[in-house]
């Protein structure tokens, strides 16, 4: 093997406009960001996304008046937009979960998120391993979990515990305090300290992943983010008006609560982290860590199954029963 070498050149090539070269075929293309939302009924997951991407995406559930029947998610809904913002297209597709935790047996609750999650990791290996398959595959697989947290001041609880171990094994979590204004600044400060003793003691990895290959920049970055996790937020899809000018805020007995001021809540933080700083992050990191974990696995079995003279018929199950996506229902037969 010849040694790599460096050679000065003599004029101008050109080699170095490759960079604009990829934007603008980016740019073309559009970029694909898929966001899945738990946690218990009633914390404003779907009134945190509209005002993060300031655009009405999905519908409250919440009532507005105590005449009101009472409102929830029963089941998981995915609604996708395209996005343009100064030349991007961003196409964003919301997943919304049924509150957890709500039935007076919660045991397995979180089982349908994972299965969904896992169920778009398959759908996308079937894909790539079409024989004709398309030029470019439609990414439906979840690049961010908002993994929604009551302001109680206490602790988390076990049910939370079970769950946020369960998806940081299939999806980058990112945990947020919802309502946070409901609790003091020095309850929050003691709150959020305590979660990240919590998931410390349980082992639970959340995003963003320690890597080799991030640089002096990047490692500062990423430990900033891990020392604000959990976000404590408020959302709001309102304007109020503060010394003359419009915010988007909420007004209580005691005054107005600014959503994007830093001294109110911690929503910008959120909102650099997940479009500003880390959003191609999140998107590689699912291809990368998640997706390749679980195409693996499935591969891996598909051999086995394939030694032991084995093959997985239409509905992804083999010969002795077994599933070859895991335990979910949509294994790869290919």
Not at 53 to 62: E, M, R, T, Y
Not at 117 to 122: E, F, G, L, S
Not at 201 to 215: A, F, N
């Amino acid at each position: 093997m010849s040694e790599l070498q460096q050679v000065a050149l003599n004029s101008y090539v050109g080699f170095d406009t490759i960079t604009s070269q990829i934007e603008k075929k980016l740019l073309k293309r559009g970029f694909q960001l898929n966001v899945i939302l738990v946690g218990e009924t009633g914390l404003g997951k779907s009134t945190l996304v509209n005002t993060l991407f300031a655009s009405h995406l999905i519908d409250s559930k919440g009532r507005h008046s105590a005449e009101d029947a009472s409102r929830q998610t029963v089941e998981i809904q995915a609604v996708s937009h395209e996005m343009i913002e100064n030349g991007v297209k961003l196409r964003l597709t919301i997943v919304d979960t049924p509150g957890y935790g709500d039935q007076v047996n919660n045991d397995n609750c979180w089982e349908p998120i994972i299965k969904y999650i896992k169920d778009q990791h398959a759908i996308y290996l079937r894909k790539e391993l079409t024989a004709t398959r398309e030029r470019y595959v439609q990414d439906t697989r979840i690049h961010c979990c908002l993994f929604f947290i009551a302001p109680t001041g206490h602790a988390l609880k076990p049910i939370d515990i079970l769950v946020l171990k369960r998806l940081s094994e299939v999806v980058n979590v990112v945990p947020v305090i919802a309502k946070s204004d409901s609790m003091t600044l020095e309850e929050r400060v003691a709150f959020k300290e305590r979660i990240r003793q919590e998931l410390v003691h349980h082992d639970i990895q959340l995003y963003p992943y320690e890597s080799d290959e991030d640089d002096e920049g990047e490692r500062e970055l990423n430990q900033r983010v891990k020392e604000t996790v959990p976000f404590a937020i408020v959302g709001s899809e309102k304007n109020v008006v503060i010394d003359g000018k419009e915010v988007r805020g909420r007004r209580n007995r005691w005054g107005v609560i600014n959503v994007e001021d830093e001294n109110h809540c911690e929503f910008v933080h959120l909102r650099d982290f997940l479009t500003r700083t880390h959003l191609q992050d999140l998107i590689e990191t699912t291809a990368h860590i998640h997706y390749e974990a679980f195409r693996t696995k499935q591969l891996l079995a598909l051999k086995e199954a394939q030694q032991r003279g084995a093959a997985p018929n239409s509905g992804g199950q083999y010969a002795n029963g077994s599933s070859s996506s895991g335990g979910g229902a949509n294994g790869v037969a290919v």
